[in-house]
């Protein structure tokens, strides 16, 4: 009788667990939703080169298997990613991307336990990359990090992807991977694309890429130009279409291009007019059609035909990086390119697009006060077409000139990364207090999003034919998240979650019978509250709605730009420096005309 062969054990199968780390709220539980409003584009690029490995199969015969998970609204369960890694002998990489400086410190409480059981860790993003461009040796976060056993990743993937995974497959992990001198060239890479199962739990499952990378400007609190470079890299217009359709395929037709400046890509003109032919080859039904909502400079007015081409191609909404009206703060933090002069005649534009607008706005220059910060505000409502403005503390982010200039003259900062989340103050300044400069940025969202100009601001939409709609879901959000849910609204969400086991190791556990009771009250109190905000917004759409006279609306912020504005409106005269800038203007074109009459 012929003996029974014992079946083959199947060969180890590569584990990927790819995680977009959260962070911690001030009660130190992870900002966590069950539908998050911002896709993360770190995720969906690097699964998308991971993926691109295994169908080469970049380790010969080893299966790959690939999980992604943005923690912003899934939670990371890390007993069950050691479960699935021991079952395979511990034969893959978790690689933790993405990962922003206020991120740094959930990312390292995930990747402890992580090798505590034996499962290899990376760390990649904006922080590793940051510290390591612009600090000297290895600052004490990153150490922590090494001695763990946690490899860190400096730089872009793109091209090296293989030589990660062979490494860890072969059990070769460095400890650091530096690539920040090698920017590696985007045209042609595999382009970044999430599957659904991933995107559910965005709301109206939205998606994001990076047409290009690195901006020209030399902003002294940002980050990019020092990890991605100065000089524009970006996708073909041959790549953004392969993306866009593989999305359209699986339902997805919402896109943030994460692009910090997409009006200084050089190719900005191929790539609107090809998005521009795959709506009329889709066609604009309300499923199907593309929505784009992009960032761009305040002078991408002056390119001719950028505004109309990006509403062609399907932007909605647009990022602009305001960032303040005095001229002497924007000339602080060598934002020389923002001109007050340019600020209506732009806004302007977009809105006779129907594009609406949304600007950063940031507080804690070094001329800021609480009183200038008011004014300022004031003056924006009552003089600026915009729609909707957020704030930011002037924070100096690890990778930023202002981080690198504070920490060469050892200035005292925050030694919690955690608040690190532009919407706490972690610096001293020299006209305010910390608890000031915090309280004013709080006033901020209360000033400007005011009963008053809430309407004043959908009145202007009604008449300019941006949407009421459209803007009233808008302004919800972002006069209600710092009210109600304590969080800047780019980390906001639809129905806060909060796990007890889940939060800060720093802290204490909370028992049960304080937690759950106290978890239920705040969502009861938070549904109220924002139901009682919805319903009085939307009664106020409703009424300018059937307003008959809602076409007629004017005020000074969306009356066309007059010749004699720089004299008459408050945002050319209410400062000295605002004065100046606008004498300055005033000289360049007396100049250049005289030129070019001679």
């Not at 062609?312 to 934002?335: C, D, H, Y």
């Not at 924070?395 to 920490?407: K, M, V």
């Not at 609306?553 to 605002?578: K, M, N, R, S, W």
């Amino acid at each position: 009788m012929a003996s029974v062969q014992p079946a083959a054990r199947p060969s180890k199968r590569f584990q990927i667990e790819l995680i977009k780390p959260s962070h911690y709220d001030d009660d130190g539980y992870v900002i966590q939703w069950f539908r998050s409003f911002i896709p993360s584009n770190s995720l969906a690029v690097v699964y998308s080169l991971v993926e691109d490995a295994r169908q080469r199969r970049a380790l010969g015969d080893v299966e790959i298997d690939i999980t992604a998970a943005d923690e912003i609204n899934t939670r990371t369960r890390i007993p069950q990613i050691i479960e699935r890694f021991r079952a395979q002998d511990f034969f893959g990489l978790v690689f933790i991307v993405g990962v922003q400086s206020n991120q740094f410190p959930r990312a390292m409480d995930i990747a402890r336990p992580l090798r505590a059981a034996g499962v290899p860790v990376a760390i990649g993003g904006f922080h590793v990359s940051g510290c390591i461009a612009m600090l000297p040796g290895i600052q004490p976060d990153l150490q922590q990090a090494l001695d763990l056993g946690v490899t860190l990743y400096a730089g872009e993937l793109e091209g090296r992807c293989d030589e990660l995974l062979r490494d860890a497959a072969g059990g070769a992990l460095k400890p650091l991977y530096n690539y920040l001198n090698d920017l590696p060239c985007l045209e042609g890479a595999p382009t970044p694309v999430l599957p659904r199962k991933f995107l559910k739990g965005t709301f109206s499952l939205q998606t994001s890429f990076d047409a290009g990378r690195g901006c020209p400007y030399q902003c002294s609190f940002c980050t990019i130009i020092n990890v991605q470079g100065r000089k524009s890299r970006g996708r073909s217009a041959d790549d953004i279409e392969r993306l866009v359709r593989a999305n359209m395929a699986q339902g997805v037709n919402w896109f943030f291009m994460t692009d910090d400046n997409f009006a200084r890509n050089k190719d900005w003109e191929v790539i609107l007019d090809r998005l521009a032919a795959l709506r009329r080859e889709f066609g604009a039904t309300e499923q199907k059609d593309i929505k784009l909502v992009i960032q761009v400079d305040t002078l991408c007015h002056k390119i001719d035909g950028f505004i109309e081409k990006a509403r062609a191609a399907g932007v909605v909404r647009t990022f602009l990086g305001l960032e303040s009206i005095n001229p002497q703060n924007l000339a602080s933090a060598k934002k020389r390119q923002n001109k007050i002069t340019e600020y209506r005649q732009m806004l302007l534009a977009w809105k006779k697009a129907g594009v609406i607008t949304y600007a950063g706005y940031i507080l804690g220059f070094p001329h800021d006060t609480p009183e200038s910060i008011a004014e300022d505000i004031a003056i924006i409502q009552k003089e600026l077409p915009l729609d909707i403005l957020e704030f930011f503390c002037l924070t100096p982010l690890p990778g930023s000139e202002d981080h690198q200039r504070l920490f060469k003259q050892g200035v005292a900062m925050d030694s919690d990364l955690n608040r690190f989340d532009i919407e706490h103050v972690v610096t001293p300044h020299p006209k305010m207090s910390r608890q000031e400069w915090q309280r004013a940025y709080l006033k901020a969202w209360e000033l400007y999003y005011s009963a008053e100009h809430i309407e004043r601001m959908m009145r202007r939409a009604a008449a300019t034919g941006v949407g009421v709609s459209r803007l009233a879901s808008m302004i919800f959000l972002f006069s209600s998240m710092v009210r109600i849910e304590k969080v800047h609204p780019l980390q906001g969400g639809i129905i806060r979650l909060k796990y007890r086991l889940d939060r800060r190791p720093s802290l204490p556990v909370e028992p049960a019978l304080v937690f759950y009771p106290k978890l239920i009250a705040e969502g009861a109190r938070k549904l109220v509250q924002n139901v009682r905000h919805w319903f009085w917004i939307d009664g106020l759409r409703r009424k300018i709605r059937n307003d008959p006279n809602r076409l007629s609306y004017t005020d000074t912020a969306i009356t066309p730009v007059g010749d004699h504005e720089v004299e008459e409106l408050e945002l050319f005269t209410h400062t000295q420096a605002a004065q100046d800038a606008v004498e300055h203007i005033r000289k360049i074109n007396q100049l250049t005309h005289a030129k070019s009459v001679a």
